[in-house]
C-alpha cells in the first residue's frame, strides 16, 4: 500500500496555523503564533515535554555578558560555519539573541545564577568568550521545555495532538500548504490517519539524528520533516553537513541508538581527552585544543582511535573533585555512575555519534520554505545560520530566535483557507525490517569521515532497500521511509561536495576548497523520486580563525 493510499483522512481538525513539533522551536512558535491572534494546532510526535529541546545539556549561547558583544559571537559562528554561513542570518541569530533569551527567563525559565545574581556563563568549543546560559548545571533543554511547555498549557487558544506522526502536506490548486495528515494514536475520536487543516504548516521537528547507528538524539529524531518536505518538492539544503558530537559516553560495540551524551560544557569547564596510553592528543592539533571546533575535535578522536585500534578515547575530568561534579554536571554524573563509570575518579570513555543536523529545509530569514504558506523553524531548518557546522549551544538561540520571526510574519501574511486540492506524491513504505542495515551502513561509510569509496557502498545499500519496499501503513515503516529518504538525499550531496569542509570530511579530497565549493547543495525531489540538486553561490562569510 502507497503512502497516498494509507493517508485518507479519517478525522478533520482545523486552525489558523498547524505546528509540528514541541521543542523549542515548536513551542515558541505556537507562543508567538498566539500573540499575532491566530489559532494553533499543535502536534507532537510523543507527550508534548517529551520533544528533543529537554535532550540538550549545554546551554544557549548569546553575548550577554558586559565584556561580549554580537559581533564577537557573529565572528565565532562565522569561523566555525567554515564559510558556508549566511552572514545575514548569523546576524539576526546573535542581535536579536540576547532578547530572546530574556524574554525566556520573562517566562519563568530558571538559569543558573553566580555569587553575584547573575547569569552563570560558561564557554563551549569555538567560543572566544564566556557565554553559555545553562540551567541545572547540565539540564538547560529540559528547564526550557518546561517553562515553554507551562506557558503553551496556559493559553486556551493552543490545541494540542499528541501521539502524532507527521505523514504528508496537503496543498491547494496553487501548490500552496494548506496542512498535513497526521496518524495517531491512542485520541479517542482522533485515532488513525486525520488532517490537521491550516493555510499555515510551521515544521519544528527537530533533526534526524536515528539516521545512524549511535546518535545523541531520541528515537524520535526521525527525519519527519524533511521527508516531509522533500516528498511535497520542497527544497532542502545542506544535508552532508551533520555534526557528530565528540564526546558520547561509549557503551560498548553493540551499542545501537541513542547513547548518553557527556555536554561539550565539561569540556569548558577544563576536561581533557586522552587516548589509550594517557597522552593528551589535542594539544597541538588546534590552538584552542579540547575546546576546538566540534568537527576537529571528533575527527581528531576518530584518527586517534584508528591509529591506536582502539574503540574510544577517554575524558579525564577527575580533577573535578565530586562537589564540582554534583553541582555543575548532576545529570552526567547520574548517567555515568548508572553505566557503571565514576567520573569523580575514573576516566570516561567517549567517542563520536551523531549529533545535530546543520541542515534541513531551506529557509528564507523569515522561516519560509519554498512552498507558499510552509514554514520551518529549528533543527529541521536551513536557515544558513550554522553554514558547514554548528558552533556550540547555537541550537536553542536558532529555535528561538527564528520561531519568533515566523510568528512575525503570520501577525502579517496569513495567508487564506483554500480547498485541499493535492497530498504528496505516493512514496513506497520501507519495511521497518531495513532501519537497522541502513543505519549501520550509514554510521559504517556515511558518518564522520567519508570518501567515494564509501559513499558508494551506502548508496548501493539505500538503492536496494528502495528496490524491495513491502512496507506497511504503520508508524516503525513510517518513520523508516523518513529515515531512508533522508539518508538519500545526504549521501547523494556528500558524493558531490568533492572537498574536506566543517563536518564533510572526504578522505580523498583531505583540502577545503573555496574556489570551487563555496556553494550552498539545494535539492529536492522530482514526483519520479529523482533527487535535483543545483549550487547556490554563498555570499560573504569567509572569516578564518584567530591564531
Known amino acids: 500500500m502507497t503512502r497516498l493510499e494509507a493517508a485518507d483522512p479519517g478525522w478533520i481538525a ?153 505523514l504528508d502536506l496537503l496543498r491547494d490548486d496553487d501548490g500552496g500548504a494548506q496542512g498535513v495528515t497526521l496518524h495517531v494514536m491512542g485520541q479517542g475520536q482522533r485515532d488513525g490517519v486525520g488532517a490537521a487543516l491550516a493555510p499555515a504548516v510551521v515544521l519544528a521537528t527537530g533533526g534526524f539524528g536515528q539516521v545512524f547507528a549511535q546518535t545523541t538524539n531520541p528515537a524520535v529524531a526521525t527525519g519527519d520533516g524533511v521527508a516531509l518536505a522533500l516528498r511535497a518538492g520542497a527544497e532542502v539544503a545542506d544535508l552532508e553537513f551533520v555534526q557528530f558530537h565528540p564526546t558520547v559516553l561509549w557503551l560498548g560495540p553493540r551499542a545501537h541508538g541513542q547513547q548518553p ?162 497530498l504528496s506524491p505516493a512514496a513506497p513504505l520501507v519495511p521497518r525490517e531495513a532501519r537497522r542495515v541502513m543505519q549501520q551502513a550509514m554510521s559504517d561509510d556515511a558518518s564522520v569521515l567519508r570518501s567515494a569509496d564509501s559513499l558508494a557502498r551506502a548508496a548501493d545499500v539505500l538503492e536496494g532497500i528502495a528496490a524491495s519496499p513491502g512496507g506497511v501503513p504503520c508508524t516503525d515503516d513510517w518513520e523508516t521511509t523518513n529515515l531512508h529518504a533522508v539518508s538519500r538525499v545526504l549521501v547523494h550531496q556528500a558524493r558531490i561536495r568533492e572537498e574536506t569542509r566543517g563536518s564533510h570530511w572526504r578522505e580523498d579530497f583531505p583540502d577545503r576548497d573555496d574556489g570551487h565549493w563555496r556553494v550552498r547543495l539545494v535539492s529536492r525531489l522530482t514526483p519520479e523520486g529523482d533527487i535535483v540538486t543545483e549550487r547556490v553561490p554563498v555570499q560573504g562569510g569567509v572569516i578564518r580563525a584567530t591564531p
Not at 16 to 28: C, F, K, N, Q, R
Not at 307 to 333: C, N, Q, S, Y
Not at 338 to 364: C, M, Q
Open 261 to 422: 551524551l557527556v555536554s561539550e560544557a565539561v569540556r569548558g569547564e577544563g576536561a581533557v581527552l586522552v587516548d589509550a596510553v594517557g597522552e593528551r592528543f589535542m594539544v597541538g592539533v588546534h590552538p584552542m585544543a579540547e575546546l576546538a571546533p566540534r568537527d576537529v575535535v571528533a575527527r581528531s578522536i576518530m584518527r586517534r582511535m584508528s591509529d591506536t585500534g582502539a574503540p574510544h578515547v577517554w575524558l579525564d575530568a577527575t580533577g573535578f573533585g565530586e562537589r564540582k561534579w554534583e553541582e555543575r554536571f548532576p545529570t552526567i554524573l547520574a548517567s555515568c555512575r548508572a553505566h557503571g563509570i565514576d567520573p569523580v575518579t575514573e576516566f570516561v570513555p567517549v567517542s563520536p555519534a551523531s549529533h545535530y543536523a546543520s541542515g534541513g529545509v531551506r529557509t528564507d530569514l523569515d522561516g519560509r520554505a519554498s512552498i507558499p504558506g510552509l514554514f520551518a523553524c529549528g533543527e529541521v531548518a536551513c536557515t544558513g545560520v550554522h553554514g558547514a557546522n554548528r558552533l556550540a549551544s547555537n541550537s536553542l538561540l536558532e529555535g528561538l530566535v527564528f520561531a519568533a520571526r515566523i510568528g512575525r510574519v503570520l501577525s502579517g501574511e496569513t495567508r487564506a483557507a483554500r480547498p485541499v486540492a493535492a
Open 14 to 166: 482545523r486552525a489558523d496555523v498547524v505546528i509540528v513539533g514541541s521543542g523549542v522551536a515548536g513551542l515558541t512558535a505556537a507562543l508567538h503564533a498566539r500573540r499575532a491572534g491566530l489559532t494553533v494546532l499543535l502536534v507532537t510526535k510523543g507527550r508534548v515535554e517529551e520533544g528533543s529541546t529537554r535532550w540538550a545539556q549545554g546551554g544557549i549561547a548569546a553575548a550577554l555578558a558586559d565584556d561580549d558583544t554580537p559581533e564577537e559571537h557573529l565572528h565565532d559562528t562565522l569561523v566555525a560555519g567554515a564559510g558556508l554561513c549566511d552572514v545575514d542570518a548569523v546576524a539576526a541569530l546573535v542581535t536579536e539573541g540576547p532578547d530572546c533569551v530574556r524574554s525566556l527567563i520573562g517566562l519563568g525559565a530558571h538559569f543558573d545564577l553566580d555569587a553575584s545574581g547573575a547569569l552563570a556563563l560558561t564557554r563551549e568549543g569555538g567560543h572566544h568568550r564566556d557565554r553559555i546560559a545553562h540551567a541545572g548545571g547540565d539540564a538547560t533543554g529540559a528547564e526550557v521545555s518546561r517553562a515553554l511547555v507551562a506557558a503553551v498549557a496556559l493559553d486556551p487558544g493552543i490545541e494540542l495532538i499528541e501521539g502524532a506522526l507527521v
